[in-house]
């Protein structure tokens, strides 16, 4: 029999949060799919003819939560700022220029994420 190298119950939690970020697919060149017994694969910038340029393979649920939020804030983050100076500064250093409601729009944001993926952790 083949190796796995994801369990069953790990299976069951990384798909609620892939699922949990399906917004994140239709905003940004990233998706992730179910790679059976390797676990879930997270696929990003995708080229006609190519393929994916980057691939990456998870087999814990919250590893996969902390990279796909990591996508999703930095997408949120770059995107105002795109064709200004602040393209320089680091993602964190482009939060604090952000208004106020900004900012705490993007923390309930993860709060969002948080709660559809309730049972995922741990």
Do not use: N
């Not at 995708?46 to 649920?61: H, P, T, V």
């Not at 220029?97 to 969002?112: A, G, P, V």
Request: glycine share 4%; net charge negative.
């Amino acid at each position: 029999m083949a190796e796995k190298f994801i369990t069953e119950e790990q299976r069951a939690k990384c798909r609620k949060v892939a699922d949990a970020f399906e917004e994140l697919y239709e905003l940004t060149d990233v998706m992730v799919a179910d790679a059976g017994r390797f676990g879930f694969v997270r696929l990003q910038w995708f080229s006609e003819g190519e393929g994916f340029d980057s691939a990456m393979a998870f087999s814990d649920s919250e590893e996969l939560f902390e990279e796909l939020w990591r996508i999703w804030y930095e997408h949120e983050v770059l995107t105002p700022v795109l064709g200004t100076p602040l393209v320089e500064l680091d993602y964190d250093e482009i939060f604090q220029t952000l208004s106020k409601d900004r900012q705490e729009e993007i923390l309930e944001k993860k709060k969002y994420f948080v709660a559809l993926c309730k049972d995922a952790f741990g």
